[in-house]
Antibody, heavy 121, light 111 residues
Framework: EVQLLDSGGGLVQPGGSLRLSCAAS????????MSWVRQAPGKGLEWVAA????????YYTDSVKGRFTISRDNSKNTLYLQMNSLRAEDTATYYCAKSKPPWAARVNDYWGQGTLVTVSS | QSALTQPASVSGSPGQSITISCTGT?????????VSWYQQHPGKAPKLIIYDVSNRPSGVSNRFSGSKSGNTASLTISGLQAEDEADYYCSSCTTSSTLGVFGGGTKLTVL
């Protein structure tokens, strides 16, 4: 059974940093692209970042470029999102998601439960 | 503003059928057969219900079906049930981004 367990969210001041983690199990983690998708309170879904299985290709939405870093440790079956210079508009529930091949289709077939990030003073 | 346009809300009575539209452009919905749909109940993670326009993942009810015509994709739910009450999001790949794009979401109310 595929399982994705998101963690690392919390309350952080503007300008602060936070690292999210996503522990994966039930599939060959290194074979699949993974993504982070966020959802601001009461709002829709927004793709934040993605990384291919071997970390060869990495993608970001424009609003987080230069501030967020997606990475993965295939030996630990874990996906990360390092978030620096956080802003109030980054407040959201962050979901990790597993991609359904091919990556070109941009389909996420399994999602974590989400972890809430609140940026506020 | 979302790249894909969905109605904010739709409603239907139990047993009826409803359709949710998802309108994009030739750069996304119209240019690829890579439209997917997600169901999200309050406080829960999204769940994939349709991929590649009309394919259902294993375990998803055949009451859910997808289609596409030009730049508009559609999700149809037949035989509405109370448990179908949720938010629904469409998604597509796009030439405008290296990531995918989502619609703004549609709240389905089962009357």
């Amino acid at each position: 059974e595929v399982q994705l367990l998101d963690s690392g969210g919390g309350l952080v001041q503007p300008g602060g940093s936070l690292r999210l983690s996503c522990a994966a199990s039930g599939f060959t983690f290194s074979s699949y692209a993974m993504s982070w998708v966020r959802q601001a309170p009461g709002k829709g879904l927004e793709w934040v970042a993605a990384i291919t299985g071997g970390s060869i290709s990495i993608y970001y939405t424009d609003s987080v470029k230069g501030r967020f870093t997606i990475s993965r440790d295939n030996s630990k079956n874990t996906l990360y999102l390092q978030m620096n210079s956080l802003r109030a508009e980054d407040t959201a529930t962050y979901y990790c998601a597993k991609s359904k091949p091919p990556w070109a289709a941009r389909v996420n077939d399994y999602w974590g439960q989400g972890t809430l990030v609140t940026v506020s003073s | 503003q979302s790249a894909l346009t969905q109605p904010a809300s739709v409603s239907g009575s139990p047993g009826q059928s409803i359709t949710i539209s998802c309108t994009g452009t030739t750069s996304d919905v119209g240019g690829y057969n890579y439209v997917s749909w997600y169901q999200q109940h309050p406080g829960k993670a999204p769940k994939l219900i349709i991929y590649d326009v009309s394919n259902r993942p294993s375990g998803v009810s055949n009451r859910f079906s997808g289609s596409k015509s030009g730049n508009t994709a559609s999700l149809t739910i037949s035989g509405l049930q109370a448990e179908d009450e949720a938010d629904y999001y469409c998604s597509s790949c796009t030439t405008s981004s290296t990531l995918g794009v989502f619609g703004g979401g549609t709240k389905l109310t089962v009357l």
